[in-house]
């Protein structure tokens, strides 16, 4: 069916990826597969995050899901090459459609689906239907009328929330109102691990969007206090140095509200401001030209009703 589908897609001249995804260790209990550094297209079949699993003797726990059902199918097929534990659990780090569109698949599998209550309020939105109609039309064949919006089966409430799985306590704690309100990571205190979602992106300039900047930066500073050994970001390589990593994004966002907060303060245009700017430290990194001027644009809106 694969080799169909990629020879339909090349006739009509679109690229493919020749190669299916492949799992990487990370410890001998934790792995991930790493999504590109871009933009979501029917090239690269929307595998633009991370997502990752953890085989405990209790089960395995999936974090995020991808961005459309194939890549879903993928990554099951990925664990089950490296275990035969039964699918217990997939948590949602945060309800953007490259993360959950895979969720039916896991769903299908017999998989817990757990994901913080505020994602109710975008799952349910028309924000998110318009999404996943223009993700069809953009997409297609990798999203299409068979993919749908999957609703947690255990929202959580509290703060922090713990699942044991066998001999492993796996800690769920809300950051969120960050990158988006849900906002979840995945921690595994006995391997020191954390899989943060869209908290911190590796490698690539973070998607800002209608982000309460000043309350993902408190986030992160949450997170450097658990003190990860290893970081798996929602894209971009394993951080072995996640401290580092946590600190270049939270320093990221602290200078486009302290620039454009400056620019709204004084009433300077936005076009002024931007270009007054020094983004010598960014402007180097991956999707700085796709994402750095709308990052900017809505903090400078974002200050200007603060």
Not at 92 to 101: K, L
Not at 262 to 278: C, G, I, R, S, T
Request: a negative charge.
């Amino acid at each position: 069916m694969r080799i169909l589908l990629a020879l339909c897609l090349l006739l009509t001249g679109i690229s493919v990826r020749a190669e299916p995804l492949h799992a990487e260790r990370v410890t001998d209990q934790v792995w991930f597969v790493q999504g590109e550094a871009a933009l979501g297209s029917k090239a690269n079949r929307n595998f633009i995050s991370n997502a990752g699993f953890v085989v405990t003797d209790g089960g395995v726990l999936v974090v995020d899901a991808l961005g459309s059902p194939a890549l879903a199918r993928e990554l099951l097929a990925e664990i089950r090459r490296v275990t035969d534990q039964p699918l217990r659990y997939v948590v949602v780090t945060h309800y953007h459609a490259d993360h959950i569109y895979g969720l039916q698949v896991f769903k299908d599998a017999g998989a817990t689906i757990v994901a913080h209550a505020e994602g109710r309020d975008y799952l349910e939105s028309e924000t998110a239907r318009q999404r996943l109609q223009a993700s069809r039309d953009d997409l297609a064949p990798w999203i299409d009328a068979t993919t749908h919006l999957v609703a947690a089966d255990r929202w959580i409430t509290e703060p922090e929330t713990h699942l044991q799985l066998g001999s492993y306590d796996i800690v769920l704690r809300h950051v969120g109102p960050a990158h988006t309100a849900e906002d979840m990571v995945v921690y595994i205190p006995q391997l020191g691990v954390m899989f943060s979602g869209d908290l911190f992106f590796r490698g690539r300039i973070p998607y800002v969007g209608q982000a309460d900047s000043r309350r993902w930066i408190a986030s992160l500073e949450r997170m450097i206090e658990y003190r990860p050994r290893i970081a798996i970001p929602g894209h971009g390589a394993v951080s072995t140095d996640p401290l580092a990593d946590l600190r270049f994004t939270r320093d990221y966002l602290a200078y486009l509200r302290r620039t454009m907060g400056d620019a709204a303060h004084n009433l300077d245009p936005f076009d002024e401001a931007y270009a007054k700017a020094d983004w010598s430290r960014y402007r180097d990194v991956p999707l700085f030209g796709a994402a750095n001027r709308m990052n900017a644009y809505n903090t400078y809106l974002l200050m200007q009703a603060e």
